[in-house]
């Protein structure tokens, strides 16, 4: 996210089980195109059908371990992007997805103890990793991602580090 | 050169020998990368990265690749566009690619023409980049905007991974390939047992595995949550490699007292024909146990097991017996190279003539797009390596996986079977 991007972070959970793999979060038969905008209507839509239809700028994901299983497709952050959440969080990632989600400067938060019902009302600063579930009442840390990926993340994603290490080789 | 201050594990030594970092368990590391491809899917949004970066040039044309595989040939207009822009850049670049009735499965097709070799570092925009394992190489997927940074700068970042060793003892049946032991595996130990770790694979039934086999259990590492399935390249693994390699490479191998985060052992000799059950490939049972469950489809093929040892155990079940009338069996062989065996050995015939449809190399069913999606409400036995829902179609679908015996019984009998039930004993699979 970019310096003068909003580090806190306000939204509505969509709450979601264990192991949510990319093959759910946008199929393969959609993936013909890596548009965002042609991706988003159809995130999540073989376990919540009413997610993409529902989802408001600004909410959130909250899911279970192992979340972004699966394919290394990166169009899977891209259509959760593109749907318009502002943040994802879990008790675990899976690793391609965790990269991707970086690399696109989509916010995942991995916080082992994290509760949320759908709809509780959160607000996440992405600085301290401070987490409120501000319907419960219940206050929860993100682990700290390691410096090189915050590095990478406050740069804008992976391509604005590529582009600043060729410029300073020529 | 670093004086080296640990014994390794495999996945570090390889990481150590690619870096100028330290290579330490847990520690991000800067890699040079030796080999680096996408598909006909991950090609596209990958090239328009690769020109947001300000890419001009591939590091090596010898070294990066396209490989259209999953929409092959073309199934609409829009996977045609795709594909035709990653023809395009690859014909600007001079980089490698093939067009269909060239190439193959990615994870068969590059090992097999040489592309990936033992002791290498192979980065591809697909999660089943694992597969190289089996050589004794580090693969791992990434997205298409981390493979565009290594197609333009030759490296890329990788945090270095705590190592599970996989410990098989004995002799596994010869009713047991490397399917039964990777399914059996996962459901040990779970779909994330290994996230963001290397396993590493050893024992006696590993050594007597053959490679076809060795593939598929490193395809499968990423569905335990593994970043590599690494096998220490054996005599059968380097003579695999010289006999196809299209540049030199060295070997790599762990250390005798390399640290690992954890050991499992699985007893090979006890294990029984496996399938995984809907919806994640750990829901392992035997498939004797689900054998009232009837089947609309079967699906041999696939980068986990589409290469000949596959078609070899489909073929010799197979032979002189006939798909059950209700039951469609689509055989895709994972290459050209395979095909072709597979054509010379009478193996096609003798799958048309049980029913089965035969397709052109591709990834075929596997993920939903092409060639043999399923309708809502049906069940297809599948060799390839997802179960998840919707993954093959209709989100009211289901896979049950394994490997290429049990689809080959369970095409016969148009339900989940265990093959002894099928093939007599003593019957020869080998």
Not at chain 2, 2 to 9: G, Q, V
Not at chain 2, 407 to 427: I, N
């Amino acid at each position: 996210m970019k310096a003068e991007n909003e580090k806190i972070l306000v939204g509505d959970a969509w709450v979601y089980g264990d192991n949510v793999d990319t093959d759910v979060i946008i199929p393969a038969r959609y993936l013909t195109t890596s548009a965002p905008e042609l991706l988003a209507p159809h995130c999540m839509e073989d376990i919540d059908p009413i997610f993409a239809g529902e989802v408001k700028a600004g909410d959130i994901i909250v899911g279970g371990s192992n979340f972004g299983c699966g394919s290394s497709r990166e169009h899977a952050p891209i259509a959760i992007k593109a749907s318009g959440i502002s943040c994802v969080i879990a008790p675990s990632f899976a690793r391609i997805f965790f990269r991707n989600a970086i690399n696109i400067g989509l916010p995942a938060l991995e916080c082992p103890e994290i509760a949320a019902k759908k709809g509780d009302r959160f607000e996440i600063n992405l600085e301290t990793g401070r987490i409120e579930n501000k319907t419960s009442g219940e206050i929860f840390t993100a682990r700290p991602i390691p410096d090189f990926l915050r590095h990478l993340f406050e740069l804008g994603g992976l391509a604005p580090y590529v582009r600043a290490r060729l410029e300073a080789s020529s | 050169m670093l004086s080296r201050s640990a014994p390794r594990t495999l996945a570090e030594a390889i990481i150590a020998s690619h870096s100028a970092d330290e290579a330490a368990s847990g520690s991000i590391c800067r890699v040079n990368v030796d080999f680096a491809f996408a598909n006909d899917i991950t090609a596209a949004p990958a090239i328009d990265e690769f020109k947001k970066m300000g890419g001009r040039h591939v590091f090596d044309v010898k070294r990066c690749a396209i490989v259209p595989d999953h929409f092959t040939p073309n199934k609409d207009i829009a996977s045609a566009e795709q594909a035709k822009k990653a023809r395009r850049f690859a014909r600007e670049q001079g980089m490698l690619f093939w067009e269909v009735g060239r190439v193959g499965v990615e994870h068969a097709f590059l090992p097999e023409s040489g592309n990936t070799l033992p002791g290498e570092i192979v980065i591809g925009a697909d999660s089943h980049t694992c597969t190289y394992g089996a050589l004794g190489a580090f693969g791992t997927g990434v997205g298409q905007t981390d493979l565009a940074a290594v197609w333009v700068l030759g490296e890329t970042w990788l945090r270095v991974p705590e190592t599970v060793k996989v410990l098989f003892r004995g002799r596994p049946s010869e009713w047991i390939g490397g399917k039964d032991m990777i399914i059996a595996l996962i459901g040990k130990i779970g779909v994330e047992g290994a996230r963001y770790k290397s396993l590493e694979f050893h024992g006696e039934a590993i050594s007597a595995l053959t490679m076809d086999d060795r593939f598929t259990m490193a395809n499968m590492a990423i569905e335990a949550g593994g970043k590599c399935g690494l096998f220490p390249p054996d005599e059968k693994a380097l003579d695999y490699a010289n006999a196809r390699k299209t540049r030199d490479f060295t070997p790599i191998y762990p250390d005798e007292a390399a640290r690992y985060s954890e050991t499992v052992e699985i007893d090979a000799s006890s294990l029984e024909p496996t399938v995984a059950l809907p919806h994640l490939p750990g829901n392992a049972r035997a498939a004797k146990e689900c054998s009232d469950m009837e089947i609309d489809q079967v699906f041999i093929g696939s980068c986990t097991n589409g290469r000949m040892r596959d078609m070899e155990l489909a073929a010799s079940a197979l032979k002189g017996r006939r798909v059950h009338d209700r039951v469609r069996l689509m055989v895709i062989p994972a290459s050209y190279e395979v095909y072709n065996e597979a054509l010379d050995r009478g193996w096609i015939k003798i799958f048309t003539q049980a029913g089965a449809s035969i397709c052109t190399p591709s990834c075929g069913p596997c993920m939903g797009g092409h060639l043999g999606i399923l309708a809502e409400g049906e069940r297809c036995v599948s060799t390839s390596n997802r179960n998840f829902v919707g993954r093959m179609g209709h989100a009211k679908s289901e896979v049950i996986l394994a490997g290429p015996l049990v689809a080959a019984a369970s095409a016969v009998t148009g339900r989940v079977t265990d093959p002894r039930e099928v093939f007599e004993r003593g019957e020869s699979m080998k």
